[in-house]
């Protein structure tokens, strides 16, 4: 009898502790799901946030939006709006030097394919910075506008300032990290903001592949893919879509993103930086877009 009685209470306990263990998890799963206090998901991996409706300008959620931050390839939104804007004829060709080859490879940077020697149009530059991230297409158009990296990176500088940027210093296209390369997500929100306003500049920037026509060493031209549409297995969130964004990644910089999406037929804009992880981790910034954007009433 009494070694049934123990097996009774045995039991009894069990069934209380897994009591015990699924209340917990709800309230833990209900805290989760409860918006912190600024509106935006308890749990996100980005440091930095800021998310503005584009039809009045409006911060509707922010954390840290004030704070520096290293843009690294966010940077390119810059550099793609000053090609574009310094160029009546797209369709002008520049040619890739070995010297766009090689120096992204020392720094280990992503390139787009386009080889030395090889004669690319302003266009096809633009879309090979902004989707798969492109160093060499970088230093490309800023030679092409200014002559050489340093001088680009004071039409950037201007051009920041004009748009009031009042945050940010740009020491070169690509985004390489840089103690003097800085800016922050409510400046990085203007900035999108005003590239969105020039077509090719959103077209290029919603895209998910381009394929370009042929050049002197590619005759079939080229597919470049976007980074951001490649780390998430659909655009699609409840009421909405992600339409397009720039990644971004250095280890002093963490995982970044500048996105645009639409919830319920209204864009945003958002700008995350700060996640953990990296290039070879899970999409923390792509994860944390999706979660901020549908936690939207």
């Excluded at 308890?42 to 039809?55: K, T």
């Excluded at 031209?221 to 659909?234: A, H, P, Y």
Aim: with cysteine.
């Amino acid at each position: 009898m009494a070694s049934k009685s123990r097996k009774k209470r045995a039991r009894r306990a069990i069934l209380c502790t897994l009591a015990v263990c699924l209340l917990l998890t709800a309230a833990v799963v209900v805290w989760a799901h409860t918006p912190a206090a600024d509106g935006l998901p308890r749990i996100l991996y980005s440091h930095n946030v800021l998310l503005v409706r584009r039809s009045d300008g409006a911060v509707v959620r922010e954390r840290n939006a004030d704070e520096r931050i290293y843009p690294a390839s966010m940077t390119k939104i810059m550099t793609a709006l000053l090609a574009l804007e310094h160029n009546p004829d797209l369709q002008k060709t520049v040619t890739i030097t070995e010297e766009m080859v090689e120096l992204p490879r020392q720094y280990n940077a992503v390139q787009a394919g386009y080889l030395a020697g090889e004669n690319v149009p302003v266009i096809d530059l633009v879309y090979g910075a902004l989707l798969p991230s492109g160093a060499e297409c970088c230093l490309a158009l800023a030679q092409d506008v200014a002559g050489d990296e340093q001088s680009f990176a004071e039409l950037m500088n201007e051009r920041a300032a004009e748009l009031g940027m009042t945050n940010t210093h740009f020491t070169n296209a690509i985004g390489l990290h840089d103690e003097q390369h800085y800016t922050t997500p409510r400046d990085l929100a203007v900035l999108l903001e005003a590239a969105l306003q020039n077509p090719d500049f959103r077209t290029a920037f919603t895209s998910s592949r381009y394929s370009t026509g042929p050049t002197n060493l590619h005759p079939d031209g080229i597919t470049v893919r976007s980074s951001l549409f490649e780390k998430t297995g659909s655009a699609d969130f409840p009421g909405g879509q992600l339409l397009g964004g720039k990644t971004g990644y250095t280890d002093e910089a963490g995982l970044c993103l500048a996105s645009l999406a639409e919830k319920d037929g209204v864009e945003y804009i958002l700008i995350t930086a700060g996640a953990g992880g990296s290039n070879r981790t899970a999409p923390h910034h792509v994860e944390d877009a999706l979660a901020v954007f549908s936690s939207l009433n």
